[in-house]
């Protein structure tokens, strides 16, 4: 019930600008929702009406407990310094002509973000690097189990990612050097 009040009074009522722009109350639950841009705040709200709907339907709520909870990490991502460096870096960088390839980079910063916090983890727990890791593991020097194959994953995840953001000819504004 709860859930329902805090989607009602998110999602109903709002306004549309001249600017084309639409401004929706959001309530205290939601404060994270700040954190997000405009456009990704319009995803928000229409991923969030249509789990809505698709949850009344079967009358299960878990997809869109996860839904919230994943947009929440999101945007609680966004106050990372390290990441907001990067971003703010990123985006003035990004000439003029190429600005509407800002989501794009958007995502390839926080996805790259997210691994590398990942890959430190793994990195703190073992004390070694993550390319010395991934080395020793194809070399067969390192037993394969849940946690490792999870730690290779991750890298090489984390290589395809930053080999696409390298391709797209953006590669100083992904690595936010």
Request: aromatic share 10%; hydrophobic share 40%.
């Amino acid at each position: 019930m709860t859930v329902m009040l805090m989607i009602q009074e998110a999602t109903v009522p709002y306004e549309t600008r001249s600017d084309t722009a639409l401004t929706v109350p959001v309530p205290s639950a939601f404060a994270w929702l700040d954190h997000l841009e405009a456009d990704e705040q319009a995803e928000f709200y229409a991923q969030l009406l249509e789990a809505t709907a698709f949850c009344q339907r079967i009358g299960q709520w878990d997809r869109l407990k996860s839904l919230l909870e994943s947009w929440k990490e999101r945007a609680e991502r966004r106050t990372h310094p390290e990441l907001q460096r990067r971003m703010v870096e990123a985006r003035a960088r990004l000439p003029e002509d190429r600005q509407r390839l800002w989501p794009k980079l958007r995502g390839y910063l926080e996805s790259l973000y997210a691994l590398e916090m990942r890959l430190r983890a793994f990195e703190a727990r073992f004390g070694m690097s993550s390319e010395a890791f991934y080395q020793k593991m194809l070399a067969g020097e390192i037993e394969e189990d849940t946690e490792t194959l999870e730690w290779a994953g991750s890298f090489r995840v984390w290589k395809e990612e930053l080999a696409m953001c390298m391709a797209s000819a953006l590669s100083n504004s992904c690595l936010g050097q």
